[in-house]
């Protein structure tokens, strides 16, 4: 299903309103190992620049209620290849989430990186590694990072299915636990809704979610029964908390495969 040019438009605008506004992190370095599933605080600093966008795809694309949660080997086998990112953006600290999907490398999201002159991911097992952005694409919102000694298990990709039941993996609100938050997948779609600058850009595939993210979930893999990455969460519906939004898998495949010879440049930092 692709959307038409003046809905683009209207996407275009509403992620311009909410990228002017992005939420800091307050969180501080990891404090004990993890443990999976941890229940989210009630009340907690937001932790990263999730692109939180208008109702408009809640309105044009309504997503149906809750979702069962995944299986606990499912949920072992992924946890182990999950990170939350860590960065300092123009003297402000930053965190998201991101996964392993081949040795040493860890893909999050473009905006959980942008403008940071630091970067740092933190295991499962508590342990912190220095990281370098090597591909930075502000349009497809994702970003490719080098971590020698990751050692941490590869996530195979895959192709989502409309109407399956899959989950997300991160660290909402910054915490230092893996969080597993299901979530199925209610439509694929083909919109511009403009880079993380909000510059125009191209269209890319996007899926929409039934699930309840929060900030820090950015990067998070969306994944399904066979523990295949399907999509990176990048977005929440602000006025719809049940409905989010992924970068498809078909989008990562291109920005994996481009040659990657050191650091990069993250652009300009989206906080303020």
């Given amino acids: 299903m692709t959307v038409g040019t003046g809905t683009k438009r209207r996407a275009a605008i509403a992620l311009a309103l909410v ?8 969180a501080g370095p990891a404090q004990a190992a993890p443990k999976t599933e941890q229940v989210r605080p009630a009340a907690a600093p937001a932790n990263d620049v999730l692109v939180s966008l208008t109702t408009l795809l809640a309105r044009l694309f309504p997503v149906p209620a809750a979702v069962p949660s995944a299986p606990g080997n499912l949920v072992s086998q992924v946890t182990a290849s999950t990170v939350r990112v ?33 970067t740092q991911v933190l295991r499962p097992d508590g342990r912190t590694l220095p990281a370098t952005v090597q591909v930075f ?42 969080e ?11 919109a511009d809704i403009g880079d993380i600058y ?27 029964s066979a523990g295949k990455v399907v999509g990176v969460a990048f977005a929440v519906a602000n006025l719809r908390r049940s409905t989010a939004y992924a970068v498809a898998s078909e989008e990562l495949v291109p920005v994996l495969a481009q040659q990657r010879k050191g650091p990069v440049s993250t652009g300009p930092c989206l906080a303020s």
């Fill in 19 to 26: 990228l002017a506004f992005p939420v800091l992190a307050t």
């Fill in 198 to 224: 909000d510059r125009r850009s191209v269209a890319r595939q996007i899926l929409v979610l039934n699930a309840d993210l929060e900030p820090g979930d950015s990067g998070a893999p969306l994944v399904n």
């Fill in 180 to 190: 597993v938050s299901p979530a199925r997948v209610a439509r694929r779609v083909t």
């Fill in 86 to 118: 860590n960065g300092v953006a123009c003297g402000l600290r930053l965190s998201g989430s991101g996964f392993s999907p081949a040795p040493d490398t860890i893909v999050t999201n473009a905006h959980v990186v942008a403008g940071t002159t630091s």
């Fill in 137 to 178: 694409d502000p349009a497809r919102d994702l970003a490719i990072l080098s971590v020698p000694g990751l050692g941490q298990p590869s996530l195979p990709l895959a192709s989502a299915v409309v109407g399956e039941t899959d989950a997300v993996f991160g660290h909402p609100l910054g915490q230092v636990a893996v």
